[in-house]
């Protein structure tokens, strides 16, 4: 059966199978690799970014960033679901970021004080880290929004 679409209507691409390991490995590299990119651009701590990637042990930390300076992160053991999800969550938020206020706000931006009601005053990486992929999620949403895409 072909798959045509009329024209002019986008699809999207088939969802990744996080469950498969070998999907995992393959996509681990280059998720570790943007996360410590997002990481320094945002300038948060080592604890923060653990946080950010679901409570990983400070070893387990310093190891993937040590793999990801060397170059050796082809190597290294796949990320759990979860770990990747986080990512592919952070990433989207910076991608909002950088097209919303520019790369020097939006580098800034999620270590701010912010008045919107979901944050309290809070800074977004604390609610983020406070809040888990639910909040990865809404901040994610709450960008898209701005954006005035349908999220």
Do not use: C
Request: no cysteine.
């Amino acid at each position: 059966m072909l798959n045509v679409q009329p024209a002019g209507i986008e699809t999207q691409a088939p969802l990744v199978d996080l469950a498969d390991e070998a999907e995992r490995r393959r996509l681990t590299p280059a998720a570790l690799k943007a996360f410590f990119r997002i990481i320094s651009a945002w300038d948060v701590s080592a604890a923060v970014g653990r946080a950010l990637m679901g409570g990983v042990s400070n070893g387990k930390y310093q190891e993937l960033k040590r793999r990801i300076e060397d170059g050796t992160a082809d190597d290294v053991r796949p990320l759990s679901q979860d770990e990747l999800q986080r990512i592919s969550y952070l990433i989207g938020i910076t991608k909002a970021l950088r097209i919303l206020h520019g790369p020097d706000l939006a580098d800034r931006w999620m270590t701010l004080p912010n008045r919107n009601r979901i944050f309290g005053g809070r800074a977004p990486v604390d609610y983020a880290t406070a809040g888990g992929i639910p909040a990865l999620i809404e901040i994610r949403r709450l960008l898209d929004a701005r954006r005035g895409m349908n999220a």
